[in-house]
């Protein structure tokens, strides 16, 4: 499977702008790509320090304009896109992640585990499941940001998935533990991990440099960057996946636990 990773700069709450930047990107991406992964919220960024009104102005529901003009991308494209936007349900709010296929298909999930610094359970109510979605012959699985810091919530039970997603508003000053824990969670899940950040300055004036990878079931980045398209790919291997997990099955001997 062909991976695209747009680490896109993120104008805050500014939407048509973004739509009209990850426009222009799509049009870059390689037609034999089959899955283009966005940063968290692209379409508005990260909420911090934000009245929860002013935020429930930015929110939408999962047929509002983000996951309309996605679905526009899908269709012209002919790629799934995964990312994350404000979810407006029933008058809660929800950092809803989404995964929309050419097909049609679409599913959705939200953040389970919410940024208290930046107080984002004050705005946000929690999510109950991990995304969970076939396509192409891959089990795929999908967090948020803070959500890869909890290897219990991102545990690969049974081989369950191929590849774990991560999107993330991630700061430059804490960007370090990022990377790191994109390579931890690779390893100990025995999956391909893509992570992809965006680029930019928030509201509260912190910076985004955009690092983003995809790594392998052993830990090694695989990431090819394109300089001129600031666009990151990925080939991922069925073959050498299975083979890995049938010569070295750690998954075999792992803990078996419940998460209340």
């Known amino acids: 499977m062909n991976i695209c990773m747009i680490p896109m700069e993120i104008k805050w709450e500014e939407k048509q702008e973004n739509f009209r930047n990850l426009e222009n990107k799509m049009a870059l991406v390689h037609p034999e790509t089959d899955l283009v992964i966005l940063p968290e919220t692209f379409s508005t960024g990260f909420p911090s320090g934000e009245e929860k009104e002013h935020i429930r102005e930015l929110a939408e529901r999962n047929t509002g304009e983000t996951i309309d003009f996605i679905k526009s991308l899908v269709a012209r494209h002919n790629v799934a896109i995964a990312g994350s936007f404000i979810a407006n349900s029933g008058g809660s709010l929800y950092n809803r992640a989404f995964f929309i296929e050419p097909s049609g ?96 300055t928030d509201k509260k004036g912190f910076e985004y440099d955009g690092s983003s990878m995809a790594v392998d079931f052993k830990g090694k980045d695989i990431t090819v960057k394109v300089p001129e398209s600031e666009l990151l790919y990925a080939s991922l291997s069925r073959e050498k996946l299975d083979s890995f997990r049938d010569k070295f099955p750690a998954w075999n001997d792992a803990d078996s636990f419940t998460i209340h």
């Open 105 to 200: 298909d679409e599913c959705f999930a939200d953040k389970h585990h919410l940024f208290t610094m930046a107080g984002e359970h004050n705005i946000f109510s929690k999510g109950i499941g991990r995304l969970s979605v076939r396509f192409r012959g891959w089990n795929i699985a999908m967090v948020i940001c803070y959500d890869i810091r909890f290897p219990v919530w991102c545990r690969n039970v049974g081989n369950e998935y191929d590849l774990l997603i991560a999107v993330a508003n991630w700061p430059t000053v804490r960007v370090d533990a990022w990377n790191k824990l994109l390579v931890a969670r690779a390893i100990e899940n025995q999956s391909y991990v893509c992570g992809v950040n965006c680029k930019g």
